[in-house]
Each structure stands twice: as structure tokens, then as C-alpha cells.
């Protein structure tokens, strides 16, 4: 039997109809992103449906109705569907000025943020966020990292989050903050193979369909790169800066650059610059590696005006606890390590804290 065709599903689609309208999803040209990826035994079928984002509860139902119908199709194993805000700007008007959504009694926003992947980032965001939480402050850590999310193993949390009476999120608790992850609702090796529209509808789906509380902050671990996520994030969400993470050596540098110039492109503010991995202490002579360089994300940081945040060192512990889901910040609070993250923590949040 053929495998279905981007038609097929289409015309599948045509069965499901928006009762108000008295019309089916696709001539409504509410189907946008379609795409059918072939694998071994079959498809994985994948599109976004474009809403009023005032109605994203009631069109759920609709949601469902359509993923079922692809279903229906013979040999489809997979059916993701998301739901986007009707008539969301196109990545290429990522320098214009747009009205950004409203996070109810949240008081500020940082990204954390990476040219590449592989530097450190999500165990940097972890530990600033649980550092925040020990300066006092009201703290959210938010996996915006949709590809790949790895704080909920970060942080030793499973399970799917509860909701309230309005269908909105509870986040779940974690060393004295809240924490929300795109992985607390899928499966931990489920692949994410989304197109601009789905990245879009979920990052926002994140902010708005949560009920986050009072906070003071919302630490968000961004994806490596500077792909679809951060320019909906530069363009919907109310971000008061971002804090660039890279390894000393010049490629890693360069992709830091990349990175920090997007953020400026978008006028977001950079609050700094963290230089992760500086340098290797041996733990049984002293000794001290530069194994990746050292010093590169200080100069860098000085070359471009931004503040330099600091220099994390590639230590054993720093991966055994993240690696444990115990991070170090609060697993071995009175470390060097552990000071140096608050510390850091602190910055940001003085940096962060204007109007």
C-alpha cells in the first residue's frame, strides 16, 4: 500500500470542520506547515493549525479532531499538530517592532542563550536558576529548548504537570522554584521535527498556557543557535535580556558572536557574557589546563561592549550533579562553583531589574 502524499493528508483535513464557520479546517486556510516526513513502515505527519489565540482553549477540541483524522490514513505513525496565533509574522520581519504578549505578575524575563550547542548552556541556566531561588527571588526555570529539552533529567523531575480549572499548566516545584519543560509533555526520546509555525505555537503555548504565579523571574533555557525559538521568542516575548554562554576557543566564539548580534538585531539587551569550561584544575596535583583556551569570551565580551559575566571551570562535580539531577549550586552550596553562580545570579538580576 502507498505511503500517504502531503494530498492525502490534506484532503483528510477537509473532514474536520469549524462548527461556527460551517466550514472545513483546510478551506478555511487554517492549515499551515504540513509536512509528511517518510520513515521505515510509514510517515510522521506534522502541521500547525493558525487561530484567533483568544479561542486556543476551545480550538483544542479541533486539534484533536484533526490529528485523528490523519490517523485514519493507513501507514501514519506519528501526528503532531500544534495550534499558532492567526497571522503571526514571518521570521524575515524579526528587526520590526511587534506587540509582544502580556506574562501576568511576572516581573522580569532572561534568555540564556548559545551560538552552538555542547558549551554548557542548560547546566548554566540550571544553576543560575537555582541560585536566583537562593538570592531570594521567586524564580521560574522555564526549557524553551524544545528540540532537545534536558531539564526535566536536569532536575530530576518525571510525570506530566497538573492543570487548573481554566486548563492552564501548574509548573512543578524544584529546590524552592517553579519548573516548566516542553519534555514534562512528551516522551523523553520522542524526536521533534517541527517547522517554523509548530516552534512558534509551542514557545508561546509555554508562556501563555501557564499559570505561573508571582514570580520575580523566569530563567529560559533557549536551543543552541539562532534558528525559529529565539526570534519568536525577540519578537512575542517581553524579554529583558539575554546572557550569551561559550566555550574560550575561537569557533565557539565565533557562534557566541552570532548569537549576540541576533539579540542586538532584535533589541534585546545583552546582560553578558559567561565564558563556561575556562579551565581544567586537576583534582590530585592542582594543575591548572587551559584544555579549550582561555580568556576568549572576556575578550570577546570587551571587543563588543557587553559586560563580561565570568568563568565557570570544567570541573567532575559540575557534570556528576547535573548528570544526577542534583545541581551543584544545590548539592554543594558552600563550593567555589556555588558562590560563583550566585554571584553571577546577582549580576543578572541587577542587570535585568530596570524599567
Known amino acids: 500500500m502507498p505511503l500517504p502524499t502531503e494530498d492525502n493528508v490534506t484532503d483528510a483535513l477537509r473532514s474536520v470542520k469549524l462548527p461556527e464557520a460551517g466550514k472545513d479546517i483546510v478551506t478555511l486556510n487554517m492549515v499551515t506547515g504540513l509536512t509528511v516526513k517518510e520513515a521505515s513502515g510509514g510517515v510522521h505527519v506534522s502541521f500547525a493549525l493558525e487561530i484567533d489565540p483568544h479561542k486556543s482553549v476551545a480550538m483544542e477540541a479541533i486539534r484533536l479532531a484533526a490529528e485523528k483524522a490523519v490517523y485514519r490514513l493507513p501507514n501514519v505513525l506519528s501526528v503532531s499538530a500544534v495550534l499558532t496565533a492567526h497571522n503571526a509574522a514571518p521570521p524575515a520581519q524579526a528587526g520590526k517592532h511587534r506587540e509582544k504578549m502580556v506574562i501576568p505578575n511576572v516581573k522580569r524575563i532572561v534568555a540564556v542563550a548559545s551560538g552552538k550547542g555542547g558549551v554548557g548552556k542548560s547546566t548554566t541556566a540550571v544553576n543560575l536558576a537555582v541560585a536566583m531561588a537562593q538570592n531570594g527571588l521567586k524564580t521560574v526555570l522555564l526549557d524553551a529548548d524544545i528540540y532537545g529539552p534536558s531539564i526535566p533529567r536536569m532536575m530530576s523531575l518525571k510525570g506530566k504537570p497538573q492543570?487548573?480549572?481554566?486548563?492552564?499548566l501548574i509548573p512543578m516545584e524544584r529546590f524552592g522554584m517553579a519548573v516548566m519543560s516542553m519534555g514534562f509533555l512528551i516522551a523523553e526520546d520522542a524526536p521533534m521535527i517541527w517547522r517554523g509555525p509548530m516552534v512558534h505555537s509551542a514557545?508561546?503555548?509555554?508562556?501563555?498556557?501557564?499559570?505561573w504565579g508571582e514570580r520575580d523571574i523566569i530563567i529560559v533555557d533557549m536551543p543552541p543557535g539562532t534558528g525559529d525559538a529565539h526570534l519568536t521568542m525577540a519578537q512575542q516575548v517581553p524579554l529583558s535580556g539575554a546572557v550569551i554562554v561559550s566555550t574560550p576557543q575561537d569557533i565557539a566564539l565565533l557562534d557566541a558572536r552570532k548569537g549576540l548580534n541576533m539579540f542586538k538585531r532584535v533589541e534585546v539587551p545583552v546582560l553578558g557574557i559567561i565564558e563556561n569550561m575556562s579551565y581544567f584544575l586537576c583534582p590530585h596535583c592542582g594543575e591548572r589546563s587551559d584544555i579549550f583556551s582561555h580568556g576568549g569570551a572576556r575578550h570577546e565580551a570587551e571587543a563588543l561592549g557587553v559586560p563580561f559575566l565570568g568563568e565557570i571551570p570544567l570541573e567532575?562535580?559540575?557534570?556528576?550533579?547535573s548528570d544526577a539531577g542534583d545541581p551543584i549550586?544545590?548539592?554543594?552550596?558552600?563550593?567555589?562553583?556555588?558562590?560563583?553562580?550566585?554571584?553571577?545570579?546577582?549580576?543578572i538580576w541587577k542587570a535585568a531589574d530596570h524599567d
Not at 203 to 210: E, M
Open 163 to 168: 492543570t487548573t480549572d481554566d486548563k492552564k
Open 203 to 211: 514557545i508561546t503555548q509555554l508562556f501563555r498556557d501557564v499559570n
Open 316 to 321: 567532575i562535580a559540575i557534570r556528576q550533579t
Open 329 to 347: 549550586v544545590q548539592s554543594q552550596p558552600d563550593s567555589a562553583v556555588a558562590k560563583l553562580y550566585r554571584t553571577m545570579a546577582d549580576t
